[in-house]
């Protein structure tokens, strides 16, 4: 049991390591922290949006931007997880349908200068597909983190920027976006509240 859990923590380790040398991945981060930081400046808000885990991530990055990070005393940043509110979500699944559940808040509380952001590990994820395909035909800037894809993969039609972790692991992909939310947070907030 021991050297299983060992195995675990290794293989986390290794992609972590693979992340911290990746320049590409890090250049990806660098555009999205420049495009959260021109979209909060400019006066929009960020829409966070993902399934499961992933939901869990999109209200933890919120909850960073809106409360503080590391920087206490310093203002919210308008920032809102599309997870969240259980009776739009269920109301959305009920009459329209689950695929659209994103969308349609991306529809109602959208406007040019905000940035939508998708979190999917696999890529596939037709609601969140839908949420970004939607945003950018509504002229929104578009974000997606995901796992590694296929180069045919229908989610990069819609996505201004992609950071795609180098996994396939569903658990790995996840634990490198905890970590990326909290690097892109730090440097959002050091960059916008130490600066005014």
Request: net charge negative; charged share 20%.
């Amino acid at each position: 049991m021991i050297e299983r859990c060992k195995k675990i923590v290794e293989d986390s380790v290794i992609l972590f390591n693979n992340v911290l040398h990746d320049e590409k991945l890090m250049e990806k981060a660098g555009e999205v922290i420049s495009a959260a930081i021109g979209c909060i400046k400019g006066g929009g808000k960020i829409l966070i949006c993902g399934n499961g885990g992933s939901a869990a991530d999109a209200q933890h990055f919120a909850a960073e931007l809106v409360g503080s990070f590391i920087i206490k005393n310093r203002k919210g940043f308008p920032a809102v997880a599309l997870t969240s509110d259980s009776a739009v979500i269920t109301s959305l699944c009920n009459d329209i349908s689950v695929e659209q559940i994103f969308a349609r808040q991306v529809e109602a509380l959208g406007k040019a200068g905000d940035l939508v952001i998708g979190i999917t590990t696999s890529g596939k994820s037709k609601n969140i597909i839908n949420a970004l395909s939607l945003s950018k035909a509504a002229g929104l800037k578009t974000v997606c983190l995901t796992g590694l894809l296929p180069e045919d993969a229908e989610i990069k039609l819609f996505s201004d920027i992609i950071i795609e972790v180098p996994s396939s692991s569903t658990p790995r992909i996840q634990e490198v976006h905890g970590l990326l939310i909290h690097v892109i947070c730090e440097i959002i907030e050091s960059e916008i509240a130490e600066k005014n």
